[in-house]
Every structure is written in C-alpha cells, then in structure tokens.
Nanobody
C-alpha cells in the first residue's frame, strides 16, 4: 500500500525559510520522478517542483525559481523541498507525489495521478 507522508510545514514570517520532507513507502520509488505540489482553497493543485529519478532533471514553477530547491534521498525514499525567502503567496497545503514519467508528474492533478493517491499534506502559512 502506497503511503506519502509530508512534514515540515508551519507558520513563518515573510522572508523566512522552511524545509519540507516527504517519506514514500509501499513501492520502490528509486525509478520514479518525485515532486512537490501545493493547493489553496478554490484552486487546483499545482506542481511547484519536481526531480527526475536520477536527480539530474528538475522543474520549478516560475514563481518559486531561485527560492525553492528540491532534492531527494533515494536510499530513504524521501524527497525534500527547501523553501527560502518565503512570501505570503506561498501559503498553501503542500503535497508530494511520484510518477514513473517526469512530464506526467508535473501535470498531475488532485484527481489524476499515476499513484491515484495523495497524502494529507503539510500546511505552510507565510505571514506578511
């Protein structure tokens, strides 16, 4: 049974930093691309960062480029998101997910993903 457990969210002031972690289990994810998504009320979930199975390919949403860094530890089945210089518009629930195909991962939505499963997410709140 696939499980994705996100952690590391919290309340931070604008300009602050947070590091999110996601531990994946129930499958061997070493050959999967992994990514981070966020969602705010009334909006569709969007991919903010993704990393390929080998770690040499990355994607970032334009609004987070230069501020967020995604990384993974394949031995631990864990993906991280280092978030710096946070802004109030980064406030959202953050989720992780995985897909065998990098391009498909980036376009995953809350109702359409290879795993067909999303974890509980972790709340990030940035105050101004």
């Amino acid at each position: 049974q696939v499980q994705l457990v996100e952690s590391g969210g919290g309340l931070v002031r604008a300009g602050g930093s947070l590091r999110l972690s996601c531990v994946a289990s129930g499958r061997t994810f070493s050959a999967y691309a992994m990514g981070w998504f966020r969602q705010t009320p009334g909006k569709e979930r969007e991919c903010v960062a993704a990393v390929g199975w080998s770690g040499d390919r990355t994607y970032y949403l334009d609004s987070v480029k230069g501020r967020f860094t995604i990384s993974r530890d394949k031995a631990k089945n864990t993906v991280y998101l280092e978030m710096n210089n946070l802004k109030p518009e980064d406030t959202a629930v953050y989720y992780c997910n995985a897909d065998r195909y990098f391009s498909a991962l980036i376009t995953s939505t809350s109702t359409h993903s290879e795993l067909g499963y999303w974890g509980q997410g972790t709340q990030v709140t940035v105050s101004s």
